[in-house]
């Protein structure tokens, strides 16, 4: 139950200032819209040839693309693309990342050099570029857009864990269970790693507006999830193409996608002013 | 202070041979390796011996390695599957309209980051402070390649003055057609890299006016500009030149999406259009040619750093 009163109390926190707040439910609605679009009376493929390019109207809220299809259906199934993406390369991020640097940060020596060389070099690159060689690799799909975006995000884990574990490794608390005879692997899973959740739920979200964004990029340079799958980034690449004929194209998909990144970038801020800092959420009324 | 920069590439060298490595086995991560790669799907065994060999494919990993290395450091790239050129011919052909971008970018990004951040940081907390905190969060989050997209529909679709894309022309020759094109794609990059420079800037600033040596200058009565500019400003540089050149990561990937939006021909391009045809010795070149750009930068804002201070010891 504790971990549910952590959990209500870091919301309550957020929910205090403006900017939070609003992203948090700007991205309630997206979430919603997203896992529910079967539900919902779109459909992301049917086409409409009279309707082509044109501009919004009551059958098309944010207007038909280039193929007559509903542009709004697009932007919320494109919301499903981006979410999972994000989703997925931040769980590829983590299961690499975060061992790598209990491991790093735990035994030090020669397995620290090693391992923060690795995280040297996947930061020699722009992660974009990055990204984009391993997409080359693997050839265009959605998977390999998973797996080079989720990779991009490994070093930003195993530094955080890593610098975590340092501060961590000669506390009490993490000596005694070593004197007790508790295993190197029982003391970086069941005692550094949960004293670690609050910088590590931090990075999740800020990883995940990088992941969104990078997801778009790719798509947007016509190497990410191929078509048909409705994708914002594979949306602004085409609408660049009908600026003249249908500027909204390019527009629209745009603000949700900006509106997304924002927010968890917000997010991710507000948390770790709370998580620094519990008293701001005592202070902002919550419960103490 | 030769002593100082051959160390700092002394210690680049680990990370530098690591992504050599990364970089020449992505050929043989590739389905089908070098040879299907050469040959297609449809290749007789004896045609696939042939290329092996023809390719040194039957020497051991390590000397493979080592030739290609070595052909690296000579400048000699191969060449490129699709037009058969030498790729380093195909990527010096661009990488001036790059480095032209990155040039206007970076004055752009000067221009619009630094008073942002002075100003606000003479008065942290103010509505104004506040009102340009917010502005370089949006100049942050708002994707690139939207921003240049709301860019063209502005300048170019509704107020004719700009073209939409972007030709490449050398500033000294042609200084108006190359301006033309480079207004819209610099302003683009510009405002991303202004965010970063006028948060960290600001930052800096900050954590420096309440140091001692700010409140010996104001209780010695000196003007609030001219303590800004001889004290807080110099010293808050530091810390700043560092995350600047922390940052250029993300400038060289900016170029490249800013490079897509306005079809601008440079070396994003090239390599978009690499990985497009699969034309790997062009994905290979391109992406050790702006490794080799990053960590010049790197190695330039070390260098700059130590000028900048000199408490540095090039040790």
């Known amino acids: 139950m504790n971990s549910l009163r952590f959990m209500l109390r870091t919301i309550r926190g957020l929910m205090a200032r403006p900017g939070p707040a609003l992203s948090l439910l700007y991205l309630t609605v997206v979430v919603l819209a997203a896992a529910l679009a079967e539900v919902l009376p779109i459909d992301p493929f049917s086409q409409d040839f009279v309707m082509m390019l044109e501009g919004p109207s009551a059958a098309h809220w944010f207007g038909a693309d280039e193929l007559g299809r509903d542009i709004l259906a697009r932007v919320i199934y494109g919301a499903r693309t981006s979410l999972v993406t994000a989703a997925g390369a931040v769980a590829i991020a983590g299961a690499i990342g975060i061992p790598m640097g209990l491991v790093a940060g735990f035994f030090g020596g020669w397995r620290d050099a090693v391992l923060m060389r690795i995280v040297d070099v996947m930061m020699a690159l722009p992660a974009i570029l990055f990204a984009m060689a391993l997409i080359a690799v693997f050839g265009r799909s959605q998977g390999a857009a998973l797996l080079a975006v989720g990779l991009t995000g490994v070093p930003g884990f195993a530094r955080i864990v890593r610098a975590q574990v340092l501060t961590l490794r000669r506390r009490d608390f993490v000596v005694a269970v070593e004197a007790f005879g508790g295993t190197s692997g029982y003391n970086m899973f069941r005692t550094i790693l949960p004293n670690s959740w609050s910088q590590i739920l931090v990075q999740v979200v800020v990883l995940s507006s990088v992941a969104i964004l990078l997801e778009a990029a790719l798509a947007f340079l016509g190497v990410g999830v191929p078509p048909p799958t409705p994708s914002w980034g594979e949306m602004l690449r085409t609408g660049k193409s009908y600026l003249y004929e249908a500027p909204y194209y390019a527009v629209l998909p745009g603000i949700a996608l900006t509106l997304t990144i924002l927010s968890f970038d917000t997010i991710g801020r507000g948390l770790a002013r709370i998580l620094e800092n519990p008293r701001d959420v005592a202070a902002a009324g919550g419960p103490t | ?315």
């Open chain 2, 1 to 315: 202070m030769i002593g100082y920069v051959l160390r700092r590439i002394l210690q680049l060298l680990p990370v530098l041979l690591l992504a050599s490595i990364g970089i020449w086995a992505m050929l043989y991560a590739v389905p089908g390796g070098p040879v299907g790669m050469i040959l297609g799907e449809n290749a007789t065994p004896e045609q696939i011996a042939a290329t092996r060999a023809e390719l040194g494919l039957d020497r051991p990993v390590v000397v493979q390695y080592l030739d290609w290395l070595g052909s690296v450091f000579r400048g000699d790239l191969g060449l490129s599957i699709h037009s058969r050129e030498p790729v380093l011919d195909l990527i010096m052909h661009r990488l001036p309209a790059t480095l032209q971008l990155a040039f206007v970018a970076t004055i752009v990004a000067i221009l619009l980051g630094v008073p942002v951040a002075i100003i606000s940081a003479m008065r942290p907390g103010s509505w104004l402070d506040r009102v340009l905190s917010g502005w370089s969060a949006l100049a942050l989050g708002v994707p690139t390649f939207w921003l240049g997209i709301l860019l063209i529909l502005l300048f170019a679709v509704y107020l004719h003055l700009l073209p939409s894309a972007s030709v490449y022309a050398p500033l000294w020759s042609d200084p108006v057609t190359a301006l033309k094109s480079l207004i819209l794609p610099a302003l683009t990059l510009g405002v991303y890299v202004s965010g970063v420079l006028a948060r960290f800037l600001r930052a800096s600033l900050v954590s420096e006016m309440n140091a001692d040596y700010v409140r010996t200058a104001r209780s010695k009565g000196l003007p609030e500009r001219q303590i800004m500019r001889a004290h807080i400003i110099r010293n808050a540089m530091l810390p700043f030149i560092t995350i600047v050149g922390l940052q250029m990561a993300a400038f060289i990937g900016g170029a490249v999406v800013t490079e897509a939006v306005f079809t601008y021909p440079g070396l994003g391009r090239l390599l978009i259009q690499a990985i497009n045809t699969r034309d790997y010795p062009l994905i290979q070149g391109c992406i050790v040619v702006i490794l080799v750009i990053y960590v010049l930068i790197n190695l330039t804002v070390d260098v700059i750093y130590a000028y900048v201070d000199p408490r540095i010891e090039y040790r």
